[in-house]
């Protein structure tokens, strides 16, 4: 995925329209009110599959331009993620401009409700960085437009457990690729980012026989992890060059770059952090060239979205966890592209996602 554009102009202005035109974007919508001091953009990248649904992303951006970068990088991402995982959806994003901890009111997020609400299901959101479940509570007091509810009020939950296991299914069917049965028992298995899904993660590959090590900045979820699953603690340095079968991001993203990938000596790449990769094609590449299986990361981690995407259509944890399972063939789907056109598994995953989006574009083109 080529990045977004706006280098044409000088520092203090951009060309949205070239930024929009090189992504292919279809709407942007800029949402602005006084009395609360919303400042948000709504990026909606592609609705040929279905209504646009990403998270809102309230974050303190130092130029607008990086805001309404975010909004469009986020937003193609998600037309892929939702493309990919099969789902009947588009992709889009928006993002509050403002510090979440000091700027945030019932007020604001009931405000940018109401231009959800104004897009007629267009947009569906849900919550991200710096905002919350109780956030999107009082977004739904505006508009029916929102998922990533809690429980209580009939909407799934933390979607982390389902995540987690899209993910124990990704490294399965890699496991399958690189060795020929996806039993895990007595593999080794590297997880970066003991946090929500990291967690849950830990736990099926446990259950599985799996020898596994952990890293993370959190001291005390390691001890806990040393305690309840066996464990092996290590530095986060250290983790990179494990020899061990799989490893597992699960914390942040740009984990494989320049100075990581030499380092690695595992066979397989499988893991829930987003945009793992720093650099799609050329990292990419090199991991092919390495002879390491790269599970995609918008494909190994759509459990979440599938988990709310369940919660629009009406909830059923099973149901959303039957079609997590999915991941699995996908992975194997993906490879096998890969390995037939010579090029690197993100790149394979990028066009099994437009090559859906083409095709429904073509059964949508009769009545
Ligand atoms: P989380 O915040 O609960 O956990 C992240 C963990 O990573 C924490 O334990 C944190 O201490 C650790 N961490 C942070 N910085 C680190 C560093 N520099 N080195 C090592 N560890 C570090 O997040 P999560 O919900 O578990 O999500 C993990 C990843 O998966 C993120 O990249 C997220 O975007 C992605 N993801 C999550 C979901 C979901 O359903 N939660 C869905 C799709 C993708």
Redesign the pocket.
């Known amino acids: 995925m080529a990045d977004v554009q706006f280098e044409t102009k000088p520092a203090t202005q951009f060309d949205l329209f070239a930024g929009l035109e090189s992504t292919n974007h279809e709407q942007i919508v800029f949402c602005q009110d006084n009395a609360t001091g919303l400042k948000a953009i709504i990026a909606i990248h592609n609705t040929v599959l279905g209504p646009g649904l990403g998270g809102t992303r309230m974050w303190y951006y130092e130029h607008e331009k990086d805001a309404v970068r975010d909004a469009l990088r986020l937003s193609r991402g998600m037309t892929y993620k939702a493309a990919v995982a099969g789902l009947n959806l588009g992709g889009a994003k928006a993002v509050i401009i403002g510090d979440p901890k000091t700027q945030k009111s019932e007020a604001l997020m009931r405000k940018f409700g109401r231009f959800v609400n104004n897009l007629n299901g267009k947009y569906i959101t849900a919550e991200d960085v710096g905002t919350t479940t109780k956030d999107m509570e009082y977004v739904q007091m505006e508009t029916d437009h929102v998922v990533g509810l809690p429980e209580s009020m009939g909407g799934g939950g ?3 457990p ?3 296991y899209g993910t124990y299914m990704g490294i399965k069917a890699s496991a399958k690729i690189a060795y020929g049965t996806d039993s895990l028992e007595g593999k080794s298995v590297a997880v ?8 849950h993660l830990l736990e099926y590959l446990h259950k599985e026989g799996v020898k596994l090590y952990v ?4 001291q005390d ?1 390691l001890a806990k992890a040393a305690n309840e699953f066996g464990a092996i603690v290590v530095s ?1 340095d250290d983790m990179i060059g494990l020899d061990v079968d799989v490893f597992a991001p ?4 740009g984990i494989l770059n320049e100075n990581t990938i030499s380092k690695l000596k595992c066979q397989i790449i499988a ?5 793992q990769l720093e650099d799609e094609k050329v990292h990419g590449d090199k991991l092919k060239e390495m002879g390491i299986i790269y599970a995609p ?1 918008f494909v190994i ?5 599938i ?1 709310v995407y369940s919660e629009y259509t009406g909830y059923v944890r099973e149901r959303a966890l039957a079609q997590t399972e999915n991941i699995y063939q996908t992975i194997l789907d993906i490879n096998k592209m890969a390995v037939d056109h010579n090029i690197n598994n993100q790149i394979a995953a990028i066009k099994h996602a437009e090559k859906r989006i083409n095709d429904m574009m073509l059964v949508k083109s009769t009545y």
């Not at 890293?215 to 959190?218: L, P, T, V, W, Y």
């Not at 699960?250 to 993203?253: E, I, T, V, Y």
């Not at 893991?271 to 945009?275: D, Y």
């Open positions: 933390d979607p982390s389902v995540t987690a970066l980012g003991i946090g929500k899904v990291g967690w890293a993370d900045i959190n979820i986060i699960c914390a942040l993203g893991g829930a952090a987003n945009n990361d981690n759509s459990g979440g979205l988990n």
